[in-house]
């Protein structure tokens, strides 16, 4: 069985950091890519970054100059540490894993639960 479990979430001010986590089980083997995906209040799930086996990642607009998206394989750990959070980063955040195409479509076929993430000003 496959599980996707996330930690990491929490309130903070903006300006503020914060690493999310998810610890991945199960069988990974067919997995190309891993990601994080958002959504905010009233707002439809997006992805943010993602990290592909061979380690290539990929951010959505210019997120990667606050958010790093990184993996460690001995730990089957996927993490994004967040920094210079504003308010409208607020959301619930997601980790999912999939295919390539998935990943890249929104799709992916395996979903965490999500962890919340509130930045106030």
């Known amino acids: 069985q496959v599980q996707l479990v996330e930690s990491g979430g929490g309130s903070v001010q903006a300006e503020g950091s914060l690493r999310l986590s998810c610890v991945v089980s199960?069988?990974?083997?067919?997995?190309?890519?891993m990601g994080w995906f958002r959504q905010g209040p009233g707002k439809k799930r997006a992805g943010l970054a993602r990290i592909n086996s061979d380690g290539m990642t990929t951010y959505v607009g210019s997120l990667q100059s606050r958010f790093t998206i990184s993996k460690d394989s001995a730990k089957n750990t996927l993490y994004l540490q967040m920094t210079s959070l504003i308010p409208a980063d607020s959301g619930m955040y997601y980790c999912?894993?999939?295919?390539?195409?998935?990943?890249?479509?929104?799709?992916?076929?395996?979903w965490g639960q999500g962890t919340q993430v509130t930045v106030s000003s």
């Open positions: 999912a894993a999939g295919s390539l195409a998935e990943m890249v479509t929104g799709t992916p076929e395996y």
């Open positions: 199960g069988n990974t083997a067919n997995w190309e890519s």
